[in-house]
């Protein structure tokens, strides 16, 4: 069974850290980039932050750019999100999702379309 399961969301201040976590199984994870996703309440939903197969290709958007770190770990089949200086437009349900069609450099990740597997999702509050 192709799994993802997020873990690490909770509530925050402004201005803090959380680090969120995306383990995955029945899928050759180093075979797929992987990304994270965001839904506020009312908002579709944006992509955040993705990593090539290798991980050496890394793309942010604009909003998360030098506040947000992307990495993973192929022997652990697990992508992480650090996610520092916290602000309340950040709050919502943050998702990790794997994609098989990229190629080696990741190029134009935005699409959620893209991406294949989904996890359930993991809630981010950031109060101010």
């Known amino acids: 069974q192709v799994q993802l399961v997020e873990s690490g969301g909770g509530m925050v201040q402004a201005g803090g850290s959380l680090r969120l976590s995306c383990a995955s199984s029945g899928l050759t994870f180093r075979n797929y980039a992987m990304a994270w996703f965001r839904q506020a309440p009312g908002k579709e939903r944006e992509f955040v932050s993705g990593?090539?197969?290798?991980?050496?290709?890394?793309v942010y958007a604009d909003s998360v750019k030098g506040r947000f770190t992307i990495s993973r770990d192929n022997a652990k089949n697990t992508v992480y999100l650090q996610m520092n200086s916290l602000k309340s437009g950040d709050t919502a349900v943050y998702y990790c999702a794997a994609a098989l069609q990229f190629g080696s450099t990741y190029s134009n990740p935005w699409r959620s379309d893209d991406y294949n597997v989904w996890g359930q999702g993991t809630q981010v509050t950031v109060s101010s």
């Open positions: 990593a090539s197969r290798s991980g050496i290709y890394t």
